[in-house]
Structures are given as C-alpha cells and as structure tokens.
C-alpha cells in the first residue's frame, strides 16, 4: 500500500493523480491534500479519500473548509502547513503538483524527512535543482519524474547503462501558436493562448508551452534529473505528442516512449515503479493515426528556449531568475496586464540585468527570486 500526500490536489496533476488512486483504491492511502484556495474541490476530496490532514493557502478559508471535513481532519494553512503536511504525515511519497517555485520549501522538507518524490512542479529543480538533488542522495529518497517528457526518458532508461547515453531528446508540441509566424503573434489574447493542441493542463503550464518556457524549464529539469550536460538535451518540435520523448545511444540506438497524451499513464508510473499496471487509458493505435511529424527547433521563433539554455549553462544563480521572471511575467500576461510577446521582453531583460551570485544556497534562492519577481513585475 502506497501511503501518499499531494500538495496541489485540486489542480490538474492533482486531480488526476487522485483518479489513478481512485482506479485502484486498494493500492493507495492517502495522507495529506493540499490545495490553495479551491475549498469546495478540496472538501469533494477529503470526503471521498479521507486524508489526516489538508491543508490551504490562507488561514481565513479555515471557517470555511473545518465545518464540512469528515472528523478528526487536521486543517493546516499557509507555508508553515505546507511544509509540515509534506513533512509531518506517515505518508511515504509526496506528490509535487503545486505550480510554481513557490512549492520549493515543502518539496525540501518532504525530502529531510525521508519521502520519496513524484515530482511534477519542475520549476522546483529549476530554480534549486543543486539543493534538491543532493538533499534527496543525502537523504537516499527517490525523485520520481511525473512530467511526460521525464517520466519518458526515465522509462527509456531502464536497465541502461547510462555512461552508454549518447543525447536525450525531449519532444515539443509547438504549443497554442504552432502554426503561427512570430508577426502573428502579435496581439493574441489569454483565451487563444490557453487553447493547447493536446493536452489540458493548468494555466500558468499552458502559456510556457506557447511560449516553449515550459520546455526551457524542461531541459533544465532533465539536466538535474538525469546528470546530463546542455550539449546532451536536445528538443525537437512534434505536433502530435505521441513520441513523449526518446534517448540516443552511442550505438546510434534510439529507444523512445509513445502513448496517447494522458497525464495518468506517467502520474502511475511514478507511483508504482518499478511495477506497470493498468490504467483506465486508452490504447494507442498507430495505424489509425497513420503518420506523425517532427519539425526542427527554431530559437529565433521561441527566443524563450534559447534563454533557458543560456540560463542553464551560466548555471549558479541563472535559472532561479529565468523561472521567478517567466512565473511574473505570465501572472501578468493572464492578468491582462501585458502582451504575450512582452512575457520573452520581461525574461530577457530580467536576465540582463541580474549579477550572478555563486553556489546559492536555500536563503540566497528566496532572495534571487524575490529580486528577480520585483524587477519582472515593472518592466
Ligand atoms: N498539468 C499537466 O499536465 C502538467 C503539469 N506539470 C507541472 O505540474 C505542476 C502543476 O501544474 P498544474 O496541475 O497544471 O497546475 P494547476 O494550476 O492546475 O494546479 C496548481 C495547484 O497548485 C495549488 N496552489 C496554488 N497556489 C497555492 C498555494 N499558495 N498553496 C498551496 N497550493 C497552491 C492549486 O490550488 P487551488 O486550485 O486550490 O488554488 C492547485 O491545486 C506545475 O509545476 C506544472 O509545470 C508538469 C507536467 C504536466
Ligand atoms: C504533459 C506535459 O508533460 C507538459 O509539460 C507538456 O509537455 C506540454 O506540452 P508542450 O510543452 O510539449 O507543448
Ligand atoms: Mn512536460
């Protein structure tokens, strides 16, 4: 029996995790949820799954959550109740589906306290990918990859010998805007931009997708989990996201991963390594779907790529301000207060203005980033 605790139950990760434990409920038990400030959904969650303990964003929604929990419920709130339901519950492995690098804290803590990792919130390993990677060899717990291209990549690996890995290479689906010119972008509203091709996610992952930030973060991302170098990570754009990512060996073998893009086939897959089971997914059928297409990466159409590889080689510092002004700046694009080609402007100019600080530690982080959300948000 699985025992687990989800931080960011009611967003999209969340939510499909919780289906998988649903789908086979003799195999999980779960001890915390926490949600930000969707009560109603949490509520839902609680009476059907019985948690120890939730936990939400603001201490005000604790009136308004207490009185509907099934008895016995412990209620957390805030930073503090994040980092004690990831840390402080039985559960063996914690569910990182919060958005953002705010879920960094919770993310250590669960790690010091000797659970294993799902790990969805890539911008966690962005941001403090040095921090996060030693902590869990210190600790010997677990980061499970979640995200499609990982979780891809992970499976791709299996059994490899890894010194034999010649390049990965994390497949794009080229986002909202695929089929447009950069001329053509000019102008596009939040509701276009939300509508991905293949995949419903929340909204802050929708715009990086649009704008190839979500596969900045990526690469990075597979640079911490898999030990690998920039020259090794490389990205092809592929409309159909149905190859979830492959490796090259250095016999010129190519192993990769294929599924129809359902988010529950690698939420499992995390959960129950190294064991498959089955998942109420359905089966892909290559012969209906007759032929896929790949297209060469293009960083002069998504300079927000190129950015991130920048970011990633400078190292150090680099990546926390890349992730902290992309998370702004898309707050302000969704809010209507800038455009979306503004969202690279506000990226790049961040970046151009931030004096590197060297081996940051978990104090330096939290400033670098606060630093770098001040400066997003007034250009
Ligand atoms: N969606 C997907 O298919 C994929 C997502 N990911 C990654 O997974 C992570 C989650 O993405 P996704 O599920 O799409 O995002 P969503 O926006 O759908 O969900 C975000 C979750 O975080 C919670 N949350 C927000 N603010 C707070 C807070 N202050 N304290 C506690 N919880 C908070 C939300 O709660 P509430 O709604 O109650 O406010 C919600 O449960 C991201 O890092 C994303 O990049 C990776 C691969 C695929
Ligand atoms: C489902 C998933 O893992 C997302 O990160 C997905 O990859 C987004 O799609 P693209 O970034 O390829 O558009
Ligand atoms: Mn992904």
């Avoid at 926490?34 to 201490?59: T, Y």
């Avoid at 306290?113 to 799902?118: C, D, L, V, Y």
């Avoid at 970011?311 to 002004?325: H, K, L, Y």
């Amino acid at each position: 029996m699985k025992k687990l605790t989800i931080l960011g139950s009611t967003g999209s990760i969340g939510t499909q995790t919780l289906d998988v434990v649903a789908n086979d409920p003799q195999a999980y038990e779960i001890h915390g949820l926490a949600a930000g400030s969707n009560i109603k959904l949490l509520i839902e969650q609680a009476k059907q799954f019985r948690p120890k303990a939730v936990c939400v964003a603001e201490k005000s929604l604790i009136d308004d959550i207490k009185p509907h929990l099934p008895i016995g419920t412990r209620v957390l709130y805030g930073e503090q109740g994040l980092i004690e339901i990831a840390a402080a519950t039985d559960a063996d492995t914690v569910v990182t589906a919060i958005v953002g690098s705010r879920g960094l804290s919770a993310t250590l803590a669960a790690i010091e306290a000797g659970k294993n990792i799902g790990l969805a919130n890539k911008e966690t390993l962005v941001t403090a990918g040095h921090l996060v990677m030693k902590s869990a060899a210190d600790k010997g717990v677990s980061i499970l990859p979640i995200d499609s291209e990982h979780s891809a990549i992970f499976q791709c690996l299996n059994g490899e010998n890894r010194a034999q890995v010649k390049r990965i290479t994390l497949t794009a689906s080229g986002g909202s805007f695929r089929d447009r010119t950069r001329e053509e972008l000019e102008g596009v509203t939040v509701a276009e931009a939300l509508n991905h091709p293949n995949w419903s996610m929340g909204a802050k992952i929708t715009i990086d997708s649009a704008t190839m930030a979500n596969k900045g973060l990526e690469v990075i991302e597979a640079r911490w989990l898999f030990g690998l170098q920039y020259d090794e990570i490389d990205v092809l754009i592929h409309p159909e996201s149905i190859i979830h990512s492959y490796v090259e060996f250095v016999d010129n073998s190519i192993v990769a991963q294929l599924g129809l893009p359902d988010m529950r086939v690698p939420i499992q897959y995390a959960l129950t390594y190294p064991d498959r089971r089955p998942t109420p997914t359905e089966s892909l059928d290559l012969a209906k779907l007759g032929s896929l297409r790949f297209r060469e990466m293009d960083f002069d159409r998504y300079p927000c790529l190129r950015f991130a590889y920048e970011s990633g080689r400078a190292g150090r510092s680099a990546p926390t301000v890349f992730n902290a002004a992309n998370e702004t700046a898309v707050a302000r694009f969704l809010d209507g207060a800038i455009t979306f080609l503004d969202i690279e402007r506000v990226i790049e100019q961040v970046l151009s203005r931030h004096v590197i600080v060297d081996l940051p530690d978990v104090a330096a982080i939290a400033e670098v980033d606060a630093w770098a959300r001040k400066e997003a948000a007034t250009i």
